[in-house]
């Protein structure tokens, strides 16, 4: 009987998404500030028990890493009111037939030198991207982030210095950004097709 009873519970967690989730944070960084943002993001995704994060800058994402995902939350410095052209050639790169990122979560995360000056397009542009791929995009917890998370790093008062000391108010949207898409993935069980 009590072979039966294991045997039951090993098919529910490896079934129906008691498997432990994966949460992939990918970024570009130049100058360190989106990295400092990142590593917030990773921490926020840390806080929650049973989630593994895997944190790389873009150039070493690999298709394994996307599918294996269950969440991928990218993060790039704005440029021109855009993302950076590696944030640019990555989405492009990403798998598209049979739709293998269909059903993850995806969020987006920027830090720009100036206030209002691309902040909010950038993170759309992530987000809009994600939809292309069929994926479920999510911003952070509260009105205060709805896009995700960003950062100003160059303009009075939040400009950062050479060490990237990002101000706590943003670094703390981009930990409440990570924390929010583990809690979602954690809680997503097998996907409606
Ligand atoms: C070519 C270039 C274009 C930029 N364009 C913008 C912009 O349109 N708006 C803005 O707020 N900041 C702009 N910035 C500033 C960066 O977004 C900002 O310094 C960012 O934090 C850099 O991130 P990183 O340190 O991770 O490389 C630009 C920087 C560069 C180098």
Redesign the pocket.
């Known amino acids: 009987m009590i072979k039966y009873v294991l045997l039951l519970i090993f098919f529910f967690w490896s079934n129906q998404g008691f498997a432990q989730k994966t949460v992939l944070i990918a ?11 990142a590593q917030s993001v990773e921490k926020g995704a840390l806080s929650v028990d049973g989630v593994s994060v895997v944190l790389k800058s873009v150039d070493d994402v690999s298709n394994e890493d996307l599918i294996s995902a269950d969440a991928i939350i990218v ?1 790039s ?6 993302v ?1 052209p590696e944030i640019s050639a990555f989405i492009a790169s990403w798998p598209f037939e049979v739709q293998p990122l269909k059903d993850k979560i995806g969020a987006a995360f ?6 209002s ?3 909010e397009i950038v993170q759309m542009n992530i987000l809009q991207s994600m939809l292309v791929f069929g994926m479920i995009v999510v911003g952070g917890p509260d009105w205060t982030q709805p896009f995700g998370a960003s ?5 009075p008062p939040f400009e ?1 210095s050479e060490q ?1 000391e990002i101000s706590e108010q943003f670094t703390e949207k981009g930990f409440l950004l990570g924390e929010r898409v583990a809690k979602l993935v954690k809680s997503m069980n097998s996907v409606v097709e």
């Open positions: 970024y570009h960084s130049e100058t360190g500030n989106t990295e400092v943002m993060g410095p704005v440029y021109n009111a855009n950076t920027v830090t720009a030198g100036g206030i000056a691309g902040e950062a100003v790093t160059g303009e950062v990237n």
